[in-house]
């Protein structure tokens, strides 16, 4: 269909005139049955033309409950009606339309409960067979921009009422946002409402100060206020100061007998049709209403060929024929009379669009036109768009509800007769929102638009009305079908971190993965090669990922004493300390190091992952105890390398005059020390078990340490190591990774790290709570596990005698020992924790050391 | 370093009195004083401060210089910013923190620029997102060449 002037239609090629929607370009070439009914299946045709009722929803191009009537037709459309089946022309579901005495409404609360297995087989046929459209799931959703306006004034609708209020607010030195969910003017046929469009379309155009938004639905108006406005490129989030909805009038939709019959149409709808596309929607018409809209249709259907029978003052009685309308039973003073008709023209009154109003609740939001007002005549309309706009208030004109509906469809979204409010009204749902929640009345697509105010009408007539809720029903966003690919928005633009050696990962070959709010390196080689680089010779790892944090003020010292569960007041200036993080429960929630700097003033670490966390905890404690203490985040500020290996020292002292040697630098110290030009405070550690050098620094001098490295240990062997090899390293250590190895409920003895906690400190965090545990036999715990054989993985299920008792929350094959190594969960058996245990046929043994270096000779070196 | 930035913790009445010449200074909470000054003077700043507050027994006064990524919008940067941040702009001189194009940021106010501070592990995805949003827009993206810009009377 490329380059034709022509959309594909069910495998048919459909011309496209000029201005042409998808509803006319079909209706055109003699498409009339559009959809099928929710529930009965009833074939609809157009209707309204102007988006208001659920009657042409179609899928274009993959994308179901498109309104046909108010979407642009453009070449290469791949359009398809959805309900129906096998078709919407011939559904062999229609048959459900003689089946209402089976199908009651809310038969889904009655029937098919009992025997329960009943109601799951048959509710996915339920949903296939009631859908409106099926979700586009083959398609990855496109990331789309939200972006922000801050107007003085946004004004919803851009009829006569909201040009006028935009331009009254224009003039008087207000920012305008003005919106419409079509192109300004299309909905309208040929007449005096759309010449005066125009004009003022012009001058608004002319007005720097208003930015007009076409084919722009506000979804809702939310607290704020905020309006949110669905345009094909972003969602437009506005801050207005104030808010106008001009959002008109719908024609009322007709209830009688037979009014859904195809060809049953409302005026607007009609003479659109016949007036802007050059359509007739039937030769033989019979228009039924009186008032100067009605006469414009009827010379609009005059003009385009139709004959036209005007039936001012009428009441339809039903409307004729099997599937479309042949006649129209009108009842006209002296008593009823049938019309031959091939289209039955509605234009008895209107109904405000006034679902963003009654959102609004108590936000600075004003009505302005006919949906305040409906059937004001243009010059009202366009008085009331200039007050609002100029910031009067106006109070609104109550709206007369139409007469007691008595027959035929009032919900066309839900299939909602005058029987079934009936129904519902026998079994006792006897006020507006029981019987919509019942009946699912005004909750279909057009969200009461069409059938919201024959409700209201029907409750108020009904003997025994509650007389509670019989107001509108609540409105609730959005206002308008929104998918949810437009709905997330500028939602989900993840943030993740990188250290200033992001792009040196890069270039050296790193595959980088998430790790929390980071991308870190993976690996860059292979992991057994950067393995070995740590355990044999010397190798490098970007650690900037870690939080790190300065605590400083009087309190300092203090709160660092109640908050961990180490000792800490006792370490000098220069010393390290490895510290758990409990929480009061006693449970860990993160780990890290305490680096006393003198003075009163400390640096402390936390996991890469955990520091957020870690930083609220240490803000809410020092805010709880009252305590004069700073807590500066040096996460960003600082950079990290860790040199590790037996051959660091080697490669430091190559670059460093500082005494690096064991006696000037010991274990679990820390020196300011300067390597390669670059200031470093430098803590010797050992997460991986070897000898090892963590470098802090200031972060924009991480790359030229870490170039200073990689080229002055090149002839050492040295490689970087990423992700993959530390999590082997620290493994044949037996150190944990938090939330990896720590269940929620990892006490501190459970992880055999009761040694990390001073139960003779008078307080600490989570004091009570460990103590609280103690006094209980440990049921579980966490034991290191050597395998001889396959290396089971991890999450493995680990079983004594047949019997599971824990899982292995890590696993790897240590390549210097030769053999599978993992931390596990296990449980007591027979009162014991075991010493053995076996997993997908593979034996392990319990051990109560450190795999790789029991003694940690290695580190302190 | 394109621009050096500053934190001063200490009391609220110390921090009160702090006039440091050349330094944009951005209260960020009555115990938290960030200064912003040219790239080159993050010491001088530093020292200037602890002697300003030498009086106020556990104040601190540290170089988080590194920490940040200073950006000056130049050009539209008006439309821009309405784009990007959902907060009304503040009027110059002035300052606020939000999300700036989804980035948490300080953002400081003057009639000619807009100058956005954000974590310097998030610097990359500010100058993406800007670009993004406000292609169509004669937005000049700069790093700031100097903070000359003093929301207050320089002391003499």
Redesign the interface.
């Known amino acids: 269909m490329s380059g034709d002037n022509a959309f594909e239609f069910e495998g048919r090629r459909v011309p496209i005139h000029g201005g042409d929607t998808v509803a006319s370009a079909l209706f055109r070439t003699g498409v009339r049955v559009f959809s099928r009914s929710f529930k009965y299946h009833r074939r609809r045709g157009l209707y309204c033309l102007t988006g208001d009722c659920p009657n042409c929803l179609v899928n274009v191009d993959g994308e179901p409950c498109v309104r046909a009537c108010v979407t642009a037709a453009a070449p290469g459309q791949r359009v398809r009606r959805e309900t129906g089946w096998p078709s919407a022309d011939r559904d062999v579901l229609g048959v459900l339309d003689r089946m209402h005495s089976l199908l009651p409404v809310g038969f889904y609360y009655k029937t098919l409960l009992r025997p329960r297995w009943l109601w799951p087989l048959v509710e996915p046929w339920v949903r296939r067979v009631a859908g409106l459209g099926r979700a586009p799931t083959g398609r990855i959703p496109e990331a789309r ?1 939200a ?4 107007p003085d004034v946004m004004v919803i609708g851009a009829g006569v009422a909201g040009l006028a209020a935009a331009l009254a607010a224009a003039e008087s030195r207000k920012t305008v946002v003005l919106c419409d969910e079509g192109r300004l003017g299309e909905t309208l046929p040929p007449g005096a409402a759309r010449t005066r469009i125009d004009q003022l379309a012009a001058a608004v155009a002319a007005q720097d100060a208003i930015t007009l938004l076409e084919q722009s639905p506000a979804i809702g108006i939310y607290e704020g206020p905020l309006v949110v406005l669905n345009e094909a490129r972003f969602l437009h ?1 506005v ?1 207005p100061a104030r808010v106008i909805v001009a959002t008109g009038a719908a024609e009322e939709h007709g209830v009688f007998d037979g009014n859904d019959l195809l060809g049953v149409w409302l005026g607007r709808g009609a003479a659109r049709l016949a007036g802007a596309h050059g359509v007739l929607p039937g030769r033989r018409v019979v228009l039924v209403g009186d008032g100067a809209e009605a006469r414009e249709h009827v010379e609009t259907l005059r003009a385009a060929g139709a004959e036209v029978t005007e039936a001012a003052g009428a009441r339809v009685v039903a409307a004729h024929g099997r599937h479309a309308v042949r006649a129209v039973e009108l009842e006209e003073g002296s008593g009823s009379r049938r019309h031959p008709c091939d289209a039955l023209v509605l234009s008895t009154g209107l109904a405000p669009r006034d679902g963003l109003v009654r959102q609004a609740g108590g936000l600075p939001v004003v009505a302005a036109g006919d949906v305040a007002s409906p059937g004001a005549s243009l010059a009202d309309a366009e008085a009331s768009g200039r007050r609002a706009g100029l910031g009067e208030e106006a109070e609104p004109v109550a709206s007369p509800l139409p007469g007691t509906p008595r027959a035929g469809i009032v919900c066309l979204c839900e299939d909602v007769g005058v029987g079934e409010l009936e129904h519902a009204w026998y079994e006792g749902f006897r006020s507006t929102e029981i019987i919509k929640r019942y009946t699912t009345a005004t909750m279909g697509p057009c969200q009461g638009a069409m059938c919201l105010r024959h409700l209201r009408a029907f409750v108020a007539a009904g003997e025994g009305a509650t007389g509670l809720g019989d107001g509108p029903t609540n409105a609730r966003p959005p206002a308008r079908g929104i998918t949810l690919e437009q709905a997330a928005s ?1 939602v989900g ?1 993840e ?1 993740h ?4 050696l ?1 792009e040196r990962h890069l270039e050296l070959g790193a595959t980088m993965e998430p790790a929390g709010v980071w991308r870190r390196p993976q690996r860059y080689s292979g992991v057994e090669e950067e393995y070995w680089a740590v355990r044999k010779a010397v190798s490098v790892m970007d650690v900037g990922t870690l939080g790190k944090f ?1 605590v ?3 309190d300092a010292t203090e709160f660092l004493e109640r908050l961990y569960p180490c000792n800490v007041r006792d370490l000098e200036a220069g010393r390290v300390r490895y510290a758990l993080l409990l929480g009061e429960h006693g449970f860990v929630v993160d780990d890290g190091i305490v680096c006393s700097l003198g003075g009163g ?1 400390w640096y402390v670490t936390f996991t890469s992952s955990g520091a957020a966390a870690a930083e609220a905890t240490l803000r809410d404690w020092i805010e709880t105890w009252g305590l ?1 203490v ?1 807590l ?8 990290a390398i860790n040199v590790a290996g037996p051959r660091s020292r080697e490669l430091l002292q190559r670059l460093s005059d500082d005494p690096l040697d064991n006696e000037s630098f010991p274990y679990l110290r820390h020196r300011e020390i300067t390597v390669a030009g670059v200031d470093c405070g430098a803590i010797r550690l050992g997460f991986v078990g070897e000898l090892s050098y963590e470098l802090h620094h ?3 001098r991480s790359v030229d340490l870490w170039d200073a490295l990689l080229a002055t240990g090149s002839d050492l062997g040295i490689k970087p190591h990423g992700l993959d090899a530390l999590r082997l390293l620290r493994l044949e250590k037996g150190h944990i990774i938090i939330g990896q190895d720590t269940d929620f409920d990892a006490t501190p003895a459970k992880l055999n790290m009761a040694w990390a906690t001073k139960l003779e400190k008078p307080m600490f965090v989570g004091k009570r709570g460990v103590e609280r545990a103690a006094a209980h036999e440990m049921e579980r715990k966490l034991v290191a596990v050597e395998f001889r054989g396959k290396t089971p993985p991890e999450g493995a299920a680990l079983k004594v005698g047949g019997r599971y008792v824990g899982q292995l929350s890590s696993s790897g094959y240590s390549h210097a020992l030769g053999h599978g190594v993992g931390l596990g969960w296990v449980s007591r058996v027979n009162g014991s924790f075991p010493t053995r245990v076996e997993t997908d046929g593979v034996l392990g043994t319990v051990v109560d050391h450190a795999f790789y270096d029991p003694h940690g000779a290695l580190l302190r070196a | ?1 394109l621009a050096s930035v500053v ?1 001063c ?1 200490a009391a609220a009445e110390a921090l009160d009195d702090i006039a440091i010449d050349e330094t944009l200074p951005i209260r960020v909470s009555p ?1 938290e004083l960030l200064l912003l000054a040219a790239a080159e003077r993050a010491g001088s700043v530093c020292t200037a401060a602890e002697a300003a507050l030498a009086g106020d ?2 104040s ?1 006064v ?1 170089d ?5 990524a200073l950006s000056c919008l130049r050009g539209d940067w008006h439309e821009a910013y ?5 907060i ?2 503040a009027d110059p001189p002035g300052c606020l923190q939000g999300l700036f194009a ?2 948490p940021a300080k953002l400081v106010f003057d009639r000619e620029e807009l100058l956005v501070v954000v ?4 610097a ?2 500010l100058a993406a ?1 800007v670009l ?2 406000c292609g169509d827009l004669d937005v000049a993206e700069l790093a700031p060449a100097s903070i000359a810009v003093p929301m207050h009377e320089a002391t003499a």
């Open positions: 921009e972006r922000h306006l801050h989030l801050h500028g633009r943030l971190q990188e250290t200033a992001h300065l400083a003020g009087r003033r004069h700073y500066i985040d040096l996460t960003a500020a600082r950079g200031p972060s924009s | 370093m934190v913790h115990d027994d556990g601190i540290v988080v210089s590194d920490g940040h309405a784009r990007l941040c959902a009304p702009a989804n980035v974590s310097s592990v998030l990359h995805h997102r993004e949003s």
